[in-house]
């Protein structure tokens, strides 16, 4: 039998594209998974965001209400700014 210098790195390129092969449902699986996670974040800060506008909505009504004084009372205005 003759040896052929190509052989050995026909054969170590041919076991690594099998590795690769055998390895790649498993990071199509990672990569799904990371995908999901980075929908579910940005699906949480839009929902922070809107949430936070609502927040700042509230307190500026309280804060004009609280400016305009009491209900009805005699009480002074508060001075808040």
Same mark, same amino acid.
């Given at each position: 039998?003759?040896f #052929?210098?190509?052989? +050995?790195?026909?054969?170590?390129?041919?076991?690594?594209?099998?590795? $690769?092969?055998? +390895?790649?449902?498993?990071? #199509? &699986?990672?990569?799904?998974?990371?995908? &999901?996670?980075?929908?579910?974040?940005t699906? $949480?800060?839009?929902?922070?965001?809107?949430?936070q506008?609502?927040?700042?909505a509230?307190?500026?009504?309280?804060?004009?209400s609280? &400016?305009?004084?009491?209900?009805?009372?005699?009480?002074?205005?508060?001075n808040?700014?």
């Amino acid at each position: 039998m003759r040896f #052929d210098a190509r052989s +050995a790195p026909e054969r170590a390129l041919q076991e690594q594209v099998a590795a $690769l092969e055998r +390895a790649a449902p498993r990071h #199509d &699986k990672q990569l799904e998974g990371i995908r &999901k996670l980075l929908e579910r974040g940005t699906r $949480l800060v839009v929902q922070l965001a809107a949430n936070q506008r609502k927040l700042q909505a509230s307190v500026a009504e309280l804060t004009n209400s609280l &400016k305009r004084g009491g209900n009805g009372h005699a009480k002074g205005k508060l001075n808040i700014q």
